[in-house]
């Protein structure tokens, strides 16, 4: 490692999409070095199920501009699961490494309670950065389990990165004080989907011809898995009343589809096309064509999409389930929130938005100005300030 001003390890489960590009980033720091652990290869050398039927690899670099090392797996039935994914080198790598602080991304994984242990044995200071949310309906006594568990490990863990404001909640409903919190905010690759909103909306016409929409037709983009807890069957029944006024556009691919697909051939509905699972190089595409996103989930720990959305400049409606809708969604300014399952006001809002082109894009104006500030950046800072406050406490 060369000679930076702190040396940090990063557990994380596979190489996923939208923390890869961050690495590459944080590798340019002056003052941060680090070493990537891998606990799995799904998705870069071994093919992944992402739950819907679809085994695929990333058709993007996803090991390049950043030191890294795959930790061995023992689990008997791999997967990214709790038991999936066992590896006990990491406390090993803890001894060897010497390091500043380790960033460990949620509790999810075996292996990362034995890098809990490996950090408290070799006394590394952790940093915890998670998809965390309160869940209401979880029951009382699992909340109380919950509570005392996390509690003693909070108490262990000496700095963390809350991805947006839900998970600020969450840590401060288990005892954590704010001066031990930095906002690294849930965010994406900006610049490129910056530059690929630019690349792909010259060529929106010749897209649309490509799928069979009409050029001057609107159009609704839903992207995601199809699948129960993301609720696609009530933007397809919400978008009934706009049939004639859109099109609606499914990307993705789960177990809901044919169902979905019935009902509209049953309804007779028109202009709605499924277009199946896309990988990562070829989304750009179809958010620059589209003029509003919608995700209808009942349960988001963020929702991602959301921020690749927004940096195509569109409006964004989506439901008080989806974690990101609190911090990106500004009620009537760049988009609407509504509560989850509330088809009615979900038709209400797409023919607010078709019946008012001009609204829309004042709307998509602003989900840019907004997702600006949402950035690889803040989460570059917000690592580099827990470091400091590490060195300090």
Sequence with gaps: MKNKKYKLAILTSHPIQYQVPFFRKLAKSSEIDFMVYFCSDFGVTKKIDPGFGIAYK????????????????????????????????????????????????????????LAFLGAIITRT???????????????????????????????????????????????????????????????????????????????????????????????????????????????????????????LVFVGEGAERKMLENYRAEKNIKNVYFLGFKNQSELPKYYAISDMFVLPSMKEKWGLVINEAMCFGLPIITTDGVAASVDLIHQGKNGFVYSWGDIRTLSKYLENLLSCPEKSKKMGEESLKIISNWNYDVCEKAILKSLEFIKKS
Excluded: C
């Design 58 to 113: 990333w058709d993007v670099p996803m090991l390049e501009g950043f030191s890294y090392k795959f930790l061995r797996n023992y689990s008997l039935k791999p997967s990214t699961n709790f038991w999936g994914l066992v590896s006990p080198g990491i406390i090993r790598e803890l001894f060897k490494g010497n390091y500043d602080a380790v960033l460990i991304h949620g509790y999810a994984l075996f292996t990362s309670w």
């Design 125 to 247: 200071p952790i940093i915890f950065r998670g998809e965390t949310l309160l869940l209401p309906y979880q029951k009382k006594w699992w909340k109380r389990a919950k509570g005392i568990v996390l509690g003693l490990l909070f108490k262990r863990i000496k700095a963390f990165l809350p991805i947006g404001t839900q998970s600020s909640k969450f840590y401060s409903y288990y005892g954590v004080s704010k001066n031990k919190m930095f906002l690294g905010p849930y965010s994406v690759n900006n610049d490129y989907f910056l530059e690929q909103s630019g690349k792909w909306k010259a060529k929106k016409t010749e897209t649309k011809k490509e799928i069979n929409i009409s050029a001057n037709l609107p159009i609704i983009l839903y992207a995601g898995k199809i699948i129960s807890i993301k609720r696609p069957f009530d933007l397809l029944k919400a978008f009934e009343k706009s049939q004639e006024k859109a099109a």
